[in-house]
């Protein structure tokens, strides 16, 4: 009841503006109709159906991206209640030429390890008319060795398992833009990106026994697809959808594959903000950026479960960007704060470069 | 919030021990409660444990409490031998063995049997005593038969259908020289996770012919203070060995094995019987479902270590129908037509039916609803048995 109240009024709050002839707010506000409506379409179906879906689980992205479209429209409107959403504030944020992370959380238990994960990415691109074409490459590894205890009652004091990942994600993209780019109206509102990607995790485990395996866990996700809407000068909305195939392989005494089998459906959501720090930052121009997302894929264990809703939903995000460029410079600098909220979600910091073509 | 609260005082550098608090939401809590549930210091220091038969070592191998009348009530998790030891300073103990086969032969000091439980006086002299018990090797010599289901949630007077038509079941198994030995239940036994649900459940599965071992799905691991699921039915994760057919059932109602379990699962997995199952209520291996996983990363290690072992089959609920699935790497049925509601005209409620022999076969045995036609077209593998 409260979730739905709330919900209520982020709706009332994302549509009010339109009453007050603001453009962005209209955009808001259909977004937020709109996906109110899905959204209460998928929990009905969800909470209905139950776990009796037996092939996909649409319910769980008109959840996902209803909710994600909802609270970001309310996060929109109190933005514009607060300053000027409309009018563009300049190149807007994208991942780094080159960054540098670090994620991780605490060691919640005695005797256990968690060491933070180290992650490098690149994403070169180019423009090429009404096509953008780039290739994001996001390489992490444990700086470490996981360490999980045997918990058990009864004098069983040693690790239970031990586990290291390293990971690889892939992600090449090409973007369109159908009107004269955002801003200028009707379709010019739109973009549209085919985004395939591969996702490689290496893993090796030591089991309680001294057992060792290495597995080789490979998702393929060859036609993901969507579009991002630009709902103001400052405000989009973006959503991309496709089917997945995961593929395995696993090395020691008995090594074995599985080719790519159809697993569960992807797709990936966000609202955004780009906010202009008011005044210089640190002595720089700076340019702030929050977004909302969803990700439907526990393909890495950080899925969202609430009451007997377990295993339907991946993690919610919530990130902050800033940007900070001096005109002199050829390079601005962008650091990155995001969170998963999920089960064993992480939080990461990344430190990334910025052409200063990019970043005007 | 515990996990928040637990986040902040670790980041302080209070690193604790899991599970202090418990919330049995989540699995490795279980896993605490389910070998503190396997045993027992009575009212009159009598000291009993589940041990594991093969190890002689304690184990969670089943439910140990003291009924209010002094007995000491164990429930067997399994459906293979068993063995629990007893020792201290009373003469002797009187034990209610519960979800014990009628074939079992009698146990030392058994003084009456009614259905699935025996009662007991073992003797306790100085050095303790212990029970154990297990089906005749002769039994199965030619085969035998287990049944398999999951998901009743809602829908109990199903179950009693399904419990009704076992007895059937094992009187055509008898008939085929292959006995119905256990039934396997993969999960969602209720709906909330109240204990009134779960103690029906154990109520309904008392009247079957054979014993059923259990393991939780994700409607049976709401309650995160109690774990209600351990102390009705024992332990969610455990193994044995009936016939020559091991059988390993794992506790994933939280959509993700506990640590310790992923640490274990060679030992679990391991042995030198002639077939390896696996049981759980989510399918690991998703087949363009939604599967239900949290922890896919896990889904899939535990695939790979039952492809290692050339493991026979998976089974598993959570998806309200009967599904196999021939792209998996290891041969898979969904088997979640218990009584939870499928949302069809006619639902497809029954029971999976595994004979072993010199290899395994499995067919569906329907149960219908009253006023159902029975067979419909185009129904989904494993296809429907045929006597």
């Known amino acids: 009841m409260r979730r739905t109240a709330l919900l209520a009024a982020a709706l009332l709050a994302s549509t009010a503006p339109a009453l007050a002839g603001d453009p962005g707010g209209e955009a808001r506000a259909w977004l937020a109709g709109g996906s109110a409506a899905g959204f209460a379409a998928g929990a009905a179906w969800l909470f209905i159906a139950g776990d009796s879906l037996g092939a996909g689980d649409p319910a769980a992205l008109l959840i996902g991206a209803g909710s994600v479209a909802v609270g970001g429209a309310g996060l929109g409107a109190a933005a514009a209640a607060l300053s000027d959403t409309e009018a563009p504030a300049g190149p807007r944020l994208r991942p780094p030429l080159g960054a540098l992370g670090i994620a991780g959380g605490p060691t919640l238990y005695e005797g256990e390890a968690r060491p933070l994960t180290g992650s490098l990415a690149a994403t070169p691109r180019a423009r090429a008319g009404r096509f953008d074409l780039s290739l994001r490459a996001d390489a992490s590894r444990t700086l470490g060795t996981n360490a999980d205890r045997d918990w058990r009652p009864g004098g069983f004091t040693g690790l239970a398992l031990q586990s290291s990942t390293t990971a690889l994600d892939l992600r090449p993209e090409i973007r369109m833009y159908p009107g004269d780019g955002p ?16 996702w490689l995790r290496a893993e090796q485990l030591t089991y309680a026994t001294g057992e060792e395996r290495a597995l080789r866990r490979t998702a393929w996700l060859p036609a ?10 400052r405000q989009r909305f973006e959503l991309y959808i496709g089917p997945r195939f995961d593929q395995l392989a696993w090395t020691g005494d008995e090594a074995g594959a599985v080719p790519p089998t159809l697993g569960p459906l992807y797709f990936d959501t966000a609202y955004d903000l780009h906010v202009p720090h008011p005044a210089e930052l640190l002595g720089h121009d700076a340019l702030h950026r929050f977004e909302v997302g969803y990700e439907h894929s526990n393909f890495d264990g950080t899925g969202f479960n609430t009451g007997a809703a377990i295993g339907f939903a991946g993690p919610y995000r919530a990130s902050w960007d800033v940007r900070l460029t001096r005109p002199e410079r050829s390079w601005a600098l962008q650091l990155g704060l995001a969170t998963e909220i999920g089960e064993h979600g992480e939080t990461r910091l990344t ?10 | 919030m515990s996990r928040v609260l637990v986040a902040i005082v670790a980041l302080a550098g209070c690193a604790r021990p899991e599970c202090a608090p418990a919330n049995y ?13 396997s045993r027992l210091v009575t009212s009159e220091g009598v000291e009993v444990h589940f041990e594991d038969p093969g190890a002689e070592v304690w184990d969670a191998r089943g439910l140990l409490h003291e009924d209010a009348d002094g007995a000491i009530y164990a429930r067997l998790a399994g459906l293979g031998t068993f063995r629990l030891t007893l020792s201290g300073p009373a003469p002797s103990a009187r034990v209610r063995l519960d979800n014990v086969h009628p074939s079992v032969p009698p146990l030392a000091g058994e003084q009456a049997r009614h259905g699935l439980v025996r009662e007991l006086e073992v003797d306790l002299p100085p050095g303790g005593a212990v029970i154990e018990g297990g089906l005749p090797a002769e039994l199965c010599r030619d085969g035998f038969r287990l049944a398999a289901f999951g998901d009743v949630q809602k829908n109990p007077l199903q179950l ?5 038509d076992l007895h059937a079941e094992a009187a055509r198994a008898e008939d085929a020289g292959t006995p119905l030995l256990g039934l396997i239940f993969l999960g969602d036994l209720s709906e909330t996770s109240a204990r009134t649900e779960l103690r029906n459940v154990r109520d309904l599965l008392a009247s079957a012919p054979i014993p059923t071992a259990t393991t939780p799905g994700n409607h049976d691991v709401y309650d995160a203070h109690d774990a209600v699921y351990n102390e009705t039915f024992g332990p969610g994760t455990h193994a044995f060995d009936v016939c020559g057919a091991r059988v390993v059932l794992l506790d994933s109602g939280s959509g993700s094995l506990a640590s310790s379990v992923v640490g274990r699962l060679p030992e679990l997995l391991d042995g030198q019987a002639s077939f390896l199952l696996a049981g759980m209520h989510h399918p690991p291996f998703a087949g363009g479902t939604s599967a239900g996983w949290t922890a896919e990363d896990q889904a899939q290690l535990l695939l790979a270590e039952l492809a290692a072992r050339d493991a026979d089959l998976v089974l598993a609920g959570h998806l309200h129908r009967r599904m196999s699935f021939p792209g998996a790497p290891v041969p898979q049925i969904v088997v979640g037509t218990g009584g939870a509601s499928q949302y069809a005209v006619d639902p497809d409620y029954g029971y999976l039916r595994m004979t072993f022999t010199d290899e395994l ?11 159902s036609d029975g067979e419909q077209p185009a129904r989904r593998a494993p296809e429907t048995c045929v006597e």
């Open chain 1, 224 to 233: 993901t697809a969507g579009f991002r809407w630009h709902l103001s000068g």
């Open chain 1, 351 to 360: 430190v990334g470069l910025v052409p200063a073509g990019e970043a005007g």
């Open chain 1, 183 to 198: 801003g200028s109206g009707g379709w010019g509102q739109l973009e549209l990106a085919l985004r395939p990607s591969v």
């Open chain 2, 361 to 371: 076969d499995t067919c569906f045995v329907q149960v219908p609803t009253p006023g």
């Open chain 2, 25 to 37: 939401r989540y699995p490795e809590c279980r896993v605490q409660a389910e070998w503190e549930l």
């Open chain 2, 160 to 164: 009693r259908r399904i419990v009704a």
